[in-house]
């Protein structure tokens, strides 16, 4: 996308790199999608099992019946050998994948950009040996696999970095062809673009349902058989398990994500077009991004990124995620960049800020930013003024100190010139009675 430059840039303002969304997926295949998500679960349940759950640890099951249902129907969706509802979201997903695949000490293939913070606190609590390759070169890639080091690779499907422009399918290609398990990570991808990470090839998908409108802290490994029982091995107490009526919840929700996810997909292209044709005065760049979840980033023309999500949320934003497309984010959120995306470009902090529409329209988004930065400006110039007069009165004060001190200076003055005057009076008196006399 061709950035927006403007006159009034200053030259110290850092640029947007160039980045690399992902595909998305229109809102007649979304429609396609939740059509055929319907089919699976009709496969799976009874009509009446739909309006009722079980709970606990079922003897032969390990867990409720309805959980397995749910999990039964996400296989089949994903086209995979079988999948695992866990606690813990997309997180507790990703510990739970990898926990079953590598051990301390096993070497781990990834890609060369800032980890995910929890992600890097699962690696560092599993104590595998991660090796660095930039996914973004396919012979570097092809050179590490051909090693024979690596049993396992760990991709993350959207952007570590935000110059990344390595295609997932590629990467996991290369991983099968030399033999290499592969464990994605589809947090933010999984229902936005056209095939997942399990549906690309890979071993195993990890996913937050609590980011596809499900129940707080559940989510999925979608994959192997082997590697999802593992999975669910390790998860044989009662207490970890996903009971039937947080599945049901979660298989409920997800019916509404493929068009709703497309729908803002195209809101945010929208949006981009617009502040790219120079409609709100005050933005300097845009880029659609995949950082983290697919959003915009707006960099602007002051240093005012840090103040801008509070001022946006007085006009209707959310000024911070809850889970990042959550059930409960229905404003457009106007955020900083991610943790992860400043560690690779920390100058953008106080420029830049990533906007996500959720369930808004593009005029909303629009508004909320023009009137944001509207906003910004006032207070700037008040700012300005106050400290005009707060100068002007400082310098009006030392003035006044000035005239009174000079006003001082000449009083001491003439009272200093009169008692010289009186000392030569009396000096003169005194010489005249000493000279000698004339007659």
């Known amino acids: 996308m061709t950035p927006v430059n403007t006159p009034s840039t200053p030259v110290n303002s850092p640029s947007l790199p160039t980045t690399h969304p992902l595909a998305t997926v229109s809102v007649e295949d979304a429609t396609a999608r939740q059509f055929r998500l319907l089919e699976c679960t009709a496969a799976h349940f ?20 309805t959980t397995a249902q749910v999990e039964a129907v996400l296989a089949d969706f994903f086209g995979a050998e079988d999948a695992a509802l866990v606690q813990g979201a997309g997180t507790g997903a990703i510990r739970a994948a990898l926990n079953g695949a590598v051990s301390a000490g096993d070497p781990l293939l990834i890609h060369r950009a800032p980890v995910y913070r929890t992600t890097e606190v699962t690696l560092r609590g599993i104590g595998a040996r991660t090796h660095e390759v930039d996914f973004n070169d396919l012979d570097a890639l092809r050179a590490e696999l051909s090693s024979g080091r690596f049993r396992w690779a760990y991709v993350q499907h959207t952007r570590q970095r935000l110059g990344d422009s390595y295609d997932p399918a590629a990467v996991l290609a290369a ?39 499900g ?25 970890g398990q996903v009971q039937g009526h947080q599945a049901l919840d979660a298989l409920r929700a997800l019916t509404h994500v493929p068009v709703m996810w497309a729908l803002q997909s195209r809101v945010g292209a929208e949006v981009a077009e617009r502040l790219a044709a120079g409609e709100v005065p005050g933005v300097a760049e845009v880029r659609i991004a995949n950082a983290q979840d697919r959003c915009l980033l707006v960099r602007l023309e002051r240093p005012v990124a840090r103040e801008l999500p509070d001022v946006a949320a007085r006009f209707g934003a959310a000024p911070y995620p809850v889970g990042s497309n959550s059930r409960y984010e229905i404003a457009p959120l106007f955020y900083r960049m991610s943790r992860s995306a400043l560690d690779d470009a ?22 909320i930013l023009r ?68 007659d």
């Not at 009874?46 to 019946?65: C, I, M, N, Q, S």
């Not at 464990?183 to 990470?197: C, E, H, K, Q, T």
């Not at 830049?352 to 629009?366: E, F, H, K, S």
């Not at 008040?382 to 006044?400: P, V």
């Open 175 to 213: 991983c099968r062809e030399a033999g290499v398990r592969t464990i994605v990570d589809d947090n933010y991808a999984v229902m936005r673009v056209p095939a997942s990470g399990v549906e690309l090839g890979a071993d195993a998908s990890c996913f937050s349902l609590f980011k596809l409108h």
């Open 215 to 239: 129940p707080e802290g559940i989510g999925a490994v979608v994959g192997a058989r082997d590697l999802v029982e593992h999975v669910r091995a390790d998860n044989y107490s009662g207490g």
């Open 371 to 438: 009137r944001s930065l509207n906003e910004l400006s006032s207070l700037n110039e008040r700012s300005s003024l106050n400290e005009r007069s707060s100068l002007n009165e400082r310098s009006s004060l030392n003035e006044r100190s000035s005239l009174n001190e000079r006003s001082s200076s000449n009083e001491r003055s003439s009272s200093n010139g009169l008692s010289s005057s009186d000392e030569l009076s009396s000096s003169n008196e005194l010489g005249s009675s000493n000279e000698p006399s004339k």
């Open 46 to 65: 009874e009509g009446p099992e739909l309006f009722a759950a079980d709970a606990g640890v079922v003897p032969g099951l390990g867990r409720p019946r």
């Open 346 to 367: 920390p100058a953008l902090a106080d420029w830049t800020v990533r906007i996500n529409p959720m369930r808004a329209g593009a005029d909303l988004v629009v508004d």
